[in-house]
């Protein structure tokens, strides 16, 4: 009934208290709908994606760090240990043959361990620098 005959107005003129001022009309309508499962699995997937970063981030960490420490401690035993030993050899050598006990060959020989420990050393060096470049770039920053 509309017009002057009617007993009810045709819309609401206040809001029921149960509703409220700006709360939906309906608050569970649409709490399975689709969209919303799939943004919930999206949403699901994302954080198992940043979890396994984490894990991946923090195995490269610890990876390098081992690396760099491998790479200085060989470093060092080259360096202190290696080099060393190889040039008392070959002082030895040399000086056994200008005493005429050590043939030459000998000497050359000695000489060559020296030459490749000192290369050696330097390759111990360079592999210090790039381990120490591998875990600044699993860290994200300069150390």
């Not at 649409?30 to 970063?53: C, F, P």
Request: hydrophobic fraction near 40%; avoid cysteine; glycine fraction near 6%.
């Amino acid at each position: 009934k509309v017009g002057s005959d009617a007993r009810k107005n045709t819309f609401p003129t206040s809001i029921e208290v149960s509703q409220g001022a700006g709360l939906p009309k309906m608050p569970w309508y649409g709490i399975q709908d689709a969209y919303l499962r799939e943004t919930r699995q999206k949403l699901y997937g994302l954080r198992q994606d940043l979890k396994q970063t984490e894990a991946a981030t923090a195995d490269k960490v610890r990876t390098s760090w081992f690396e760099l420490d491998r790479a200085k401690r060989e470093m060092l035993l080259f360096k202190n240990k290696v080099v060393n030993l190889s040039k008392s050899a070959l002082d030895v050598t040399s000086r056994g043959y200008e005493s005429g006990n050590v043939p030459f060959a000998d000497v050359i020989a000695s000489y060559t361990i020296w030459l490749d420990a000192n290369l050696s050393l330097a390759n111990r060096q360079s592999n210090l620098g790039v381990a120490w470049a591998k875990l600044e770039q699993a860290v994200g920053t300069s150390l």
